[in-house]
């Protein structure tokens, strides 16, 4: 009996993420009602066509990151919605449309910022109905907690800085596996000089950092739930989901691609975690591994 309550939070999950995507790819269809309605195009990528299944198979994805997310987060209902549908649409939409408008000929930017305000916003609404708060679990401790400024501040900037890093070391990595891609006419692509490349990345890291925070603050799981369930959601909104419906992209370079997003997201995400959440007080590990021997 413990063993069944201990697992169904788990396994309802098997019923619920499939709903949340589906209310997630109805958020969509409402999406593309209104741009259609209002007489405004949709990007054209060369190659690119509509798969259904794909683009459902992409809100099963971010479902699942929804989920694990709402899972820890603690609060009332329009709060964890709130923080929730801040961090999707920038993580997300407004993220993949700098990306967009930086390294691709794609220059819809509004349209797409208006389409995905449906998709947000119902399919978070439907993970924070279905998923509870863990209210009974105190949230973790944070280095803004009752600290001054003054103690945290050079944390806030260094957590700033370290994305463009991570970015600039793991896309080093990738590009000449790449290059050719980003050189071809018909592809759609473009590699931009340093200084935008730089400028983007470092909005990008702002608003990663600005809407990750109320996460860290109200955060009621373990550490390391933290530091996967926000790498997993990084990682998937930033691109990886995107990839399954994108049929315009060599398979090759969107599995290289994904991998580079990975990785950059669980690095990410860790110092995240290790910047500005503060560690437990040794006693209380010391306690808490003696009780799980």
């Given at each position: 009996m413990e063993y069944q309550q201990h697992r169904s939070p788990t396994?309802?999950?098997?019923?619920?993420?499939?709903?949340?995507?589906?209310?997630?790819?109805?958020?969509?269809?409402?999406?593309?009602?209104?741009?259609?309605?209002?007489?405004?195009?949709?990007?054209?990528?060369?190659?690119?066509?509509?798969?259904?299944?794909?683009?459902?198979?992409?809100?099963?994805?971010?479902?699942g990151c929804f989920a694990f997310l709402a899972r820890g987060l603690g609060g009332s209902l329009s709060k964890r919605w709130l923080i929730l549908v801040a961090f999707v649409y920038v993580a997300f939409v407004i993220n993949n449309q700098i990306e967009a408008v930086v390294y691709t000929i794609m220059n819809e930017v509004p349209t797409m910022l208006l389409f995905f305000i449906f998709p947000c916003a119902l399919g978070i609404g439907a993970t924070v109905f279905l998923i509870k708060s863990p209210d009974g679990e105190a949230a973790l401790s944070s280095v803004f907690s009752e600290r001054p400024v003054t103690s945290w501040w050079w944390r806030v900037v260094l957590a700033w800085l370290a994305f463009p890093v991570i970015y600039y070391f793991f896309g080093a990595l990738i590009y000449p596996l790449v290059a050719d891609v980003y050189a071809q006419q018909d592809s759609g692509l473009h590699v931009p000089g340093p200084l935008v490349v730089l400028g983007a990345v470092s909005v990008r890291s702002l608003l990663f950092l600005v809407v990750s925070i109320p996460i860290l603050v109200n955060w009621r799981r373990s550490r390391r739930s933290l530091v996967l369930s926000l790498a997993a959601a990084l990682a998937a909104m930033v691109g990886v989901a995107g990839m399954f419906e994108n049929?315009?992209?060599?398979?090759?370079?969107?599995?290289?691609?994904?991998?580079?997003?990975i990785a950059d997201s669980l690095v990410h995400a860790w110092v995240l975690a290790?910047?500005?959440?503060?560690?437990?007080?040794?006693e209380a590990k010391d306690l808490s591994t003696a009780t799980a021997e």
């Open positions: 396994l309802a999950l098997l019923w619920k993420v499939p709903v949340i995507a589906a209310v997630y790819f109805a958020g969509t269809m409402i999406g593309a009602a209104i741009v259609m309605s209002l007489g405004l195009q949709f990007p054209e990528m060369p190659g690119q066509t509509y798969v259904p299944i794909l683009s459902f198979l992409t809100a099963l994805v971010l479902a049929t315009w992209m060599p398979t090759y370079m969107k599995f290289v691609h994904s991998i580079e997003i290790a910047l500005l959440m503060a560690k437990p007080p040794r």
